[in-house]
């Protein structure tokens, strides 16, 4: 006579080595995605030298700054703006990331992973530290190239700045999750990114202080106040100099926390915005 424990498998929790596997199987796919596609790494260095060799260039005269923490001296308008050109490259990388996630959802092996035994929150956030490794070896090499322009930060801020760029890449990574939760078809991403990378970029204090804002529009200074890209630019800032912005420190990381969330309820298929059909496909 069978026992019903010899006909029921024994149900087991995952071990951590499981875990590790499936980390390691993620952010190696991101990095061998982001090494075989050498047109994602030229295009993200592209875009903020255009704006430092070219913009900032012609901007020199008419926007030099004055003595604004944490600058301890007069700064030139191509050294204010690094820090804003560095927090932009991981801004496209985490909606870049989020762009695949859409397509790996349809057809590629997230599809697979989301049915898989792991828990989603985990799945998630291996994809969201992938995205954001690449976006730090994007800045680094940015900074490489800047440091032969003559913005050289202090030799500290080299290391300094390192957990101000996990955390904005965390941020920006998870936000841009969130957005690709409610995406269904890879057509429909290119009009929502214009709606979003564009306007957190400008209303923001990666181009101009938010003093001079101020003078100009108040109505456009709070709307850069409440951009969480402001702080993560502010963040990246003061850390490039070994200071930190405590404000904007919890505000990315409040920020940081509330999309991660909203994109693992999102992406529950019982109670968010990815739910299955009647065949168990998406809808």
């Known amino acids: ?24 199987g993620i952010v190696w796919r991101e990095a061998l995605r982001f090494l075989h596609q050498r047109e994602r790494f030229i295009s ?16 020199r005269q008419v926007l030099g700054l004055s003595i604004i923490p944490p600058y ?4 030139l308008y191509e050294v204010y703006i690094a820090p804003g ?3 932009m490259i991981q801004l496209f990388n985490g909606m870049q990331s989020s762009l695949s996630m859409v397509y790996d959802r349809e057809m590629g092996n997230m599809r697979t992973l989301l049915v898989s035994p792991l828990p989603r929150w985990f799945l998630l956030s291996c994809k969201l530290l992938a995205g954001t490794a690449v976006s730090l070896l994007q800045v680094y090499a940015f900074l490489l190239i800047a440091w032969f322009w003559d913005i050289a930060p202090p030799l500290a ?11 904005s890449g965390l941020m920006l990574g998870a936000l841009g999750m969130l957005i690709s939760s ?34 100009s529009s108040p109505m456009l200074y709070y709307v850069c106040l409440f951009n969480p890209f402001t702080h993560a630019v502010e963040l990246i800032r003061f850390a ?3 200071q930190v912005n405590w404000i904007a420190l919890a505000v990315v990381g409040g920020c940081t926390v509330a ?3 909203g994109a693992i309820f999102a992406y529950d298929p019982s109670r968010g915005l990815i739910r299955r059909g009647p065949a168990g496909g998406e809808t």
């Open 259 to 261: 999309f991660m969330i």
């Open 240 to 242: 490039l100099y070994g």
């Open 1 to 24: 006579m069978t026992t019903s424990a010899t006909i029921t498998p024994t149900q087991r929790g995952l071990s951590l080595a499981e875990y590790l596997i499936c980390l390691n």
């Open 72 to 75: 301890e001296t007069y700064i």
């Open 157 to 167: 801020g080299y290391l300094t700045v390192l957990p101000a760029l996990v955390l």
């Open 182 to 215: 409610g995406i269904k078809q890879l057509e429909n991403f290119a009009g929502v990114m214009n709606f979003v990378i564009f306007p957190m970029f400008f209303a923001s204090s990666a181009l101009y202080p938010l003093w001079r804002i101020l003078e």
């Open 44 to 59: 993200a260095l592209v875009r903020p030298l255009v704006w430092l060799f070219i913009f900032a260039a012609g901007f």
């Open 85 to 87: 050109l560095m927090a």
